[in-house]
């Protein structure tokens, strides 16, 4: 296997800068992307795979908002059956199905979940969860998704149940459901890949380039390392930036949700082989879950709540919502997980979009009642903007969105192939397991995984963890630094490898990744 990265596919400092000074001021190109979220970064991917000339940009870095702070979760669309969302929920689990099979079956794998059927479940609650899980496989079937990729769902006993479940409650426990579902291994590891596939089918991907004002034949922009400004003319525009669409569009209403998530230590809740689902009180359809990451940590998640006011850079997490999550999963464990066992917690910012009269009867509808469906919208100035949405469908979304551009602007331009196009790393299962690299590099990295190792043959340092107990080593920071475009120590920790989720272990890494991108820019210069 090639020790390469994909052709053309590397984003580095250098590259940026000679993009940057290429678009600015310069020829006008077909589509210009603002926003490189998981939508965006799709779009960039999608209209360069049909051939577009495409600049995208972000104010920030790869996968800075919403992308990052997913469940981490590829959805087959069991909640969106169960709300009569049936056209969402078809789309979900066809999705999924695409990128656990043809896209980036690297990233995504099939995750096991239980739901305990404890004496908090009545019987008929456990009877709706079973017919629901049930009519999930059926959405797989419909979807073509292969029975080997996702496993079929089954009841199980209380032994099997405390077996993959071992911190459970014992006391009245009846047995469990185990159902599946799809799972990423990072959600910035997955918007990663998305632009590096497109700047390998030519698109410029340019971060820390802000969009000031957005036209319909293009945007003024300013480079945040230097404060400059400037426009980049295109023939089409889409704004994908998420929760942030309205402030550069007018007319479009985002009612913000935000999901939160804890991080405990692994030990602090034993073994766990397969996530949990706990039913919510109260709700028929809402649980919390239970998420172990196979690096010492577990996420648990999330909450549905409206935001209002300004949009944030990064949003808060509530103490009201530690204390929500806390209290759920308290509600089924042995042993209580205390408030100074949350090590971390983050929250994301859904960019629903609101369709509710403003004083009208539906203007005080929960978020969690929200439609997950997208929509294109176009503005009286021809500015395309794509909302709402999950991180599942992005694929969609992105594609409906160019499809939208293109039609508005007569590109030529013909249908999306992104349904089929790997993204970087990916390959069958049966090339991946033949990798010569350790497995948790695989599950980051796909085929590039060996390429990563053998930065430690020249330089064992780089072979050394950044964190004891923690998989990541120095090699994947120089490689996100060579190859991923991360400028900056924040870019390394807090997005390629997702250290800087838990504020001790960020600060316990941030001298070697000062360290080594001090080195990396000495060696440029």
Not at 8 to 21: I, M, P
Not at 266 to 286: C, K, V, Y
Not at 412 to 439: C, E, F, I, M, Y
Not at 467 to 487: I, K, S
Request: overall charge neutral; cysteine-free.
């Amino acid at each position: 296997m090639s020790q390469r990265p994909a052709s053309g596919s590397s984003l580095s400092a250098a590259r940026r800068s000679r993009e940057l000074a290429g678009s600015v001021g310069g020829p006008t190109v077909d589509v210009l992307v603002v926003g490189l979220g998981a939508t965006g970064a799709g779009a960039a991917l999608d209209a360069a795979a049909r051939g577009l000339s495409v600049v995208a940009v972000d104010a920030h870095d790869l996968a800075f908002g919403t992308s990052r702070w997913s469940s981490k979760l590829i959805h087959g669309g069991l909640r969106y059956l169960a709300s009569g969302q049936l056209d969402v929920a078809h789309e979900s689990a066809v999705e999924r199905g695409t990128l656990m099979e043809r896209t980036a079956p690297h990233l995504v794998r099939a995750q096991p979940f239980v739901l305990p059927l404890t004496p908090l479940v009545s019987r008929g609650q456990g009877a709706l969860a079973w017919a629901g899980f049930r009519a999930g496989d059926a959405l797989r079937v419909a979807a073509r998704t292969a029975r080997a990729t996702l496993p079929a769902p089954r009841r199980l006993s209380a032994m099997e149940t405390r077996h993959l479940a071992p911190a459970l409650r014992t006391g009245g426990l009846r047995g469990g459901l185990l159902s599946w579902d799809g799972r990423l291994v990072d959600d910035a590891r997955l918007v990663t890949a998305v632009a590096r596939t497109a700047a390998a089918h030519g698109a410029r991907v340019l971060t820390r380039v802000r969009a000031l004002e957005l036209t319909g034949t293009g945007a003024r922009v300013r480079d945040e390392l230097t404060g400059e400004e400037g426009e980049i003319r295109a023939r089409a525009v889409i704004n994908a930036s998420g929760v942030w669409a309205g402030g550069l569009v007018d007319g479009i209403r985002i009612r913000p949700s935000r999901g939160t998530h804890l991080i405990l230590r692994s030990d602090d809740l034993g073994p766990l082989p397969a996530g949990l689902h706990i039913p919510i009180p109260g709700e028929t359809n809402r649980f919390v879950l239970v998420l172990p990451q196979g690096d010492g940590r577990v996420y648990v998640g999330l909450t549905d709540e409206p935001v209002d006011g300004a949009i944030p850079d990064v949003p808060e997490v509530p103490e009201t919502d530690i204390g929500f999550l806390l209290d759920v999963l308290g509600s089924v464990l042995n042993l209580p997980v205390r408030r100074q066992d949350v090590v971390g917690a983050f929250a994301g910012l859904r960019p629903l979009l609101d369709t509710t009269p403003q004083d009208g009867p539906g203007a005080t509808a929960r978020t969690a009642d929200i439609s997950r469906r997208h929509a294109v919208l176009t503005s009286s100035e021809g500015v395309i903007t794509v909302v709402g949405g999950k991180l599942t469908t992005y694929r969609r979304m992105a594609e409906d969105a160019v499809d939208a551009a293109v039609a508005a602007r007569r590109l030529t331009a013909g249908p999306s192939p992104t349904a089929s196009l790997p993204l970087v790393g990916a390959a069958s299962p049966r090339t991946l397991d033949a990798l010569n690299a350790p497995p948790h590099l695989i599950r980051r990295y796909g085929t590039e995984a060996p390429a990563v190792l053998a930065l430690a043959e020249h330089d064992p340092r780089l072979g050394e963890r950044v964190l004891p107990g923690h998989p990541v080593t120095a090699a994947e920071l120089l490689w996100a630094v060579r190859h991923e475009g991360a400028l900056d120590e924040a870019d390394v920790l807090d997005r390629r490898t997702r250290i800087g989720l838990v504020p001790a272990d960020r600060a316990a890494a941030l001298e070697t990744a000062r360290d080594l991108l001090a080195e990396v820019t000495a060696q440029q210069g």
